[in-house]
């Protein structure tokens, strides 16, 4: 059963769409995701690092205030243009289009990140240099499922502001070294404190729900040894999807 975020998804299903209403057809696929080439040297100019645990120069702070660290291990798969995020369909569509694209090309291996869900952004973190190759604000990122039969694969849908009025939207999709629903749940929880964050009353309630690690941060795994045997390896793995 995959985990969705009840506020984000209408309680009733939609129903199926065509494929072509969800993604255009011919909608080009992105197999790599990493910073410009300007901004990767900035960055390294700088010094500017970002670890694992979300603490770097310039977001300190942010990540000080955020209480949800979580790091989880995935693998980029691709990601296009999307037509719609009223549906967590546009997602499976991505999945299968992503899927079926790198099979036709022989595209099998890709590069490992560090996903880090925070209750501010989720971020996608080189395990070597500790850059951060992309992040997602997590109010933008409107849709989230794991795969139905396939439970490493992740998917995300990000809606972001080009101009008043005109949005881009984006699917995102993952293959993860753990059950791609412990990351929904995560993601879930991110958007669950950013709502909570409203209301003082409502934010202590959902803080004396969960166990809290000894920096006050909310705790979602019992067993962080399959993420933790992962973080020194040379960032290259054999894809399962």
Known sequence: MEILNDRMVPKES?????????????????????????????????????????????????????????????????????????????????????????????????????????????????????VTRASFELVSVTQFAAHQDNKRLLGFVVCDAESPGEHSKSAYVFESNTESEKICYAISLGKEIIEARKDPEALAQLLSSMPLTNDGKFMLLNDQSEEDATVHGDGQEESEA
Do not use: C, W
């Open 14 to 130: 939609a129903p199926i769409q065509d494929s072509a209403e969800l993604i255009a057809p011919g909608t080009p696929i992105q197999f790599d995701i990493m910073l410009p080439a300007m901004e990767f040297l900035d960055q390294n100019r700088g010094g500017r690092r970002t670890n694992p645990f979300g603490e770097s120069e310039d977001g300190q702070k942010e990540d000080e205030d955020s209480l949800l660290q979580q790091m989880f291990v995935v693998r980029f798969l691709g990601s296009m243009a999307v037509k719609s995020d009223q549906t967590v369909e546009v997602i499976y569509e991505a999945m299968r289009q992503v899927l079926a694209a790198r099979a036709i090309h022989n595209i099998f291996r890709m590069t490992e990140s560090h996903f880090l869900v925070t209750s501010h952004d989720l971020k996608l973190i080189d395990p070597q240099t500790q």
